[in-house]
Nanobody, 119 residues
Framework: QVQLVESGGGLVQAGGSLRLSCAAS????????MGWYRQAPGKQRELVAT???????NYHDSVKGRFPISRDNSKNMVYLQMNGLKPEDTAVYYC?????????????WGQGTQVTVSS
């Protein structure tokens, strides 16, 4: 079982920055990829950014160039540096990891951390 613990959310003014951290309970090399999703009130959860085992990244168009994702393999950590925050970035942010095997894909989720951007 993989446990993910997020930290770093909070309240920030528009234009400000926050860094989200996600600590995994296992070696992140054992995971196919890790990433961040977010869910705003009344909206579906959406992918924000992912980073694969080899370091390849993928971003939602709305955060490209603003939210770089990174990983520290030695610490089993993944980070989301959020710059130039906008009120529309307000959401609960969830850390995600998944594995793929003969049994299919298995997703793991953190408990979520609230990010609120004031205008």
């Amino acid at each position: 079982q993989v446990q993910l613990v997020e930290s770093g959310g909070g309240l920030v003014q528009a234009g400000g920055s926050l860094r989200l951290s996600c600590a995994a309970s296992v070696s992140i090399f054992s995971l196919n990829a890790m990433g961040w999703y977010r869910q705003a009130p009344g909206k579906q959860r959406e992918l924000v950014a992912t980073i694969g085992r080899g370091g390849s990244t993928n971003y939602h168009d709305s955060v490209k160039g603003r939210f770089p994702i990174s990983r520290d393999n030695s610490k089993n950590m993944v980070y989301l540096q959020m710059n130039g925050l906008k009120p529309e970035d307000t959401a609960v942010y969830y850390c995600n990891a998944f594995t793929v095997s003969g049994m299919g894909r298995v997703d793991y989720w953190g408990q979520g951390t609230q990010v609120t951007v004031s205008s």
